[in-house]
């Protein structure tokens, strides 16, 4: 069968992607930008890509009539102000399109909303719903909670709330009640809904078998991870309070905090189980998802993570718009340095940020990251999804990878953090020399000021960092 896939180069898509081939199908995987998807070797075959941006309903032509089913997961709680009224359209714009077609089913992965008082969020999701259940064709809509599973959004919040804080002064919403469902099971239920007839023009909630309070939640996983936490909630936290209080202590970013902590006061709990019959799924528990979840990150296999999003930082743009780097009124520091081991050199360089440091002067790249922080930023929370490889469009602290090339030893990277311009940093190998360029546009005379401002910096710390990834030493 051949099958749509839009929000391909999200957190869910990446990992029904390889399920949906291993099941027969061939994908077309539906993308804003071609650049930013990294295709892994073994699937190329079966799959096809085609740029589309479902506010642009010209671009939407170019989807094929003969196509057999679809799955919608393309959804965002932060890339914009007027995100609802976005969401509303793509999924207007994507029905009148689907409508053209030949599909038969159309799976939509939404949020529990059984509460009769819901987040701008989850109104979002159900506003969805409602309009891409108008077409002609058989809609399955799953509806789920938090997802628990290696590099979610809730599974990293989790994590770095735990594991920082010993002793935590919480808002009262740690009480609320939630369902949460391990990713594994929530591609289960994705994959097996598919022409399942059962399932069409329903709508189902799915969820594990626990319901848990969030303060249940950060206990379980301490527990987990054999950590002993002490939380204690107070009324007196509002909802700006406990934006910001999620914002500084986790690596998401304030809109995202902010769409959060309006969700987490209402109660996402599973009206029945009877898709787990139809289906025949059996969920794992919470601990069971967090123990699968924690087996990914130690083997290093975590295929997709929320922070690569452009919602982890709040800008939204493409890959392409940045990969031709100016040179016109921009400053620029480029340094060269000779290596004796061209693949040790550009393995340092594919294993730079995230937990490996950027080779010089870490406590100045932490105290910058703090700074961002501050401002509004991303900081160096994100970190990087896997230690060793590197995909267009994937984050890396406050850069964003726009190009990567290993076998060219070629890595660009865009500055996501905040500044008065835009800065550029670029790793490239010519011949047996390694050059180092640090590009920025200024944003008028305080994009200027803040050149020169950190110029003594840079002369430090570009220096150190480009000296000891040309040694000759293993990280």
């Not at 399932?199 to 189902?204: D, G, I, Q, S, V």
């Amino acid at each position: 069968m051949k099958i749509l896939l839009t929000g391909a180069t999200g957190y869910i898509g990446k990992r029904l992607l390889p399920v949906l081939v291993e099941a027969g199908h061939k994908v077309i995987c539906c993308v804003r930008d071609k650049r930013r998807f990294t295709v892994p070797p073994s699937i190329r075959e079966q799959i096809s890509i085609i740029e589309i941006d479902l506010v642009d309903t010209e671009s939407l032509e170019k989807i094929p009539e003969d196509i057999d089913g679809a799955y919608y997961l393309v959804h965002s709680m932060s890339a914009s102000k007027n995100y609802q009224e976005l969401e509303k359209l793509s999924a207007i714009n994507f029905r009148n399109a689907l409508n053209k077609t030949n599909v038969k089913q159309v799976i939509y992965l939404s949020g529990i909303v059984n509460e009769q008082q819901l987040s701008k969020h989850l109104n979002s999701r159900k506003d969805v719903e409602e309009e891409l259940n108008k077409g002609r064709y058989s809609l399955t809509t799953l509806r789920a909670g938090i997802i628990i599973g290696s590099g979610s959004a809730s599974f990293e919040i989790i994590r770095d709330l735990v594991e920082k804080l010993p002793i935590m002064i919480t808002p009262k919403w740690l009480k609320t009640k939630c369902q949460p469902i391990g990713i594994a099971d929530v591609i289960q239920f994705l994959n097996k809904s598919l022409f399942n007839t059962k399932t069409y023009n329903e709508n189902f909630d799915i969820g594990g078998p626990d319901v848990l309070s969030y303060k249940q939640m950060l206990l379980g996983f301490a527990e987990c991870r054999g950590l002993k936490r002490s939380i204690f909630t107070v009324p007196v936290m509002t909802p700006r309070l406990s934006s910001y209080w999620l914002y500084f202590v986790t690596s998401t970013s304030y809109k995202l905090a902010v769409s959060l902590v309006n969700s987490m006061k209402v109660e996402v709990v599973c009206r029945d189980n009877r898709l787990n019959e139809i289906l025949k799924i059996s969920p794992y528990s919470y601990q069971q998802a967090l123990q699968k979840a924690f087996s990914k990150i130690k083997s290093n296999e975590i295929i997709s993570s929320w922070k690569d999003s452009y919602t982890s930082s709040g800008i939204n743009f493409n890959v392409s718009d940045f990969i031709e780097v100016p040179t016109f009124g921009c400053f620029t520091d480029k340094r060269i340095n000779r290596f004796d081991d061209r693949d040790l050199c550009i393995q340092k360089v594919w294993n730079i940020g995230g937990k490996t440091g950027w080779y010089y002067g870490n406590w100045l790249w932490k105290f910058r990251g703090f700074l961002d922080k501050l401002v509004g930023g991303v900081g160096l929370r994100r970190g990087r999804t896997n230690p060793s490889y590197l995909n267009v469009g994937d984050s890396l602290d406050f850069w964003r990878v726009i190009y990567a090339n290993k076998d060219e030893g070629h890595l660009l990277l865009f500055a996501e953090m905040k500044l008065p311009g835009e800065a550029w940093l670029e790793f490239k190998v010519v011949g047996d020399q390694l050059q180092q360029t640090a590009t920025f546009r200024p944003l008028g005379l305080l994009g200027r000021l803040y050149w020169y401002s950190v110029l003594p910096f840079h002369g430090i710390i570009f220096k150190g960092m480009l000296k000891n990834i040309t040694k000759h030493n293993k990280t």
